[in-house]
């Protein structure tokens, strides 16, 4: 089954259905990704992408998620700049 026949399969199923299932899919994977913080595992990647699937119905996700990308651009920049200072002190 190719992209576009799975796409248009998903939007035709009824909304309370694919709410549920985006809501128990990427729920159990962020709360996945939460625990995972505390413990050993991959708890940011399955954070953003519990994120990420909870964003294509929820408002609130897609806020989080677009939170997420920025704060982490930001810590990606900090991280370029201070990478260049010292290597210019080297």
Avoid: C
């Avoid at 199923?13 to 595992?41: K, M, Q, Y």
């Amino acid at each position: 089954m190719n992209r576009e026949k799975l796409h248009h399969s998903w939007k035709q199923l009824p909304h309370p259905i694919r709410w549920v299932v985006v809501a128990t899919f990427g729920g159990t994977l962020l709360l996945l990704g939460i625990i995972f913080l505390v413990l050993p595992g991959p708890g940011l990647p399955l954070v953003i992408l519990g994120l990420a699937i909870l964003a294509s119905e929820f408002a609130w996700a897609q806020y989080m998620l677009n939170q997420v990308r920025q704060r982490s651009q930001a810590v990606a920049q900090k991280t370029k700049e201070r990478l260049q200072r010292k290597k210019k002190t080297d």
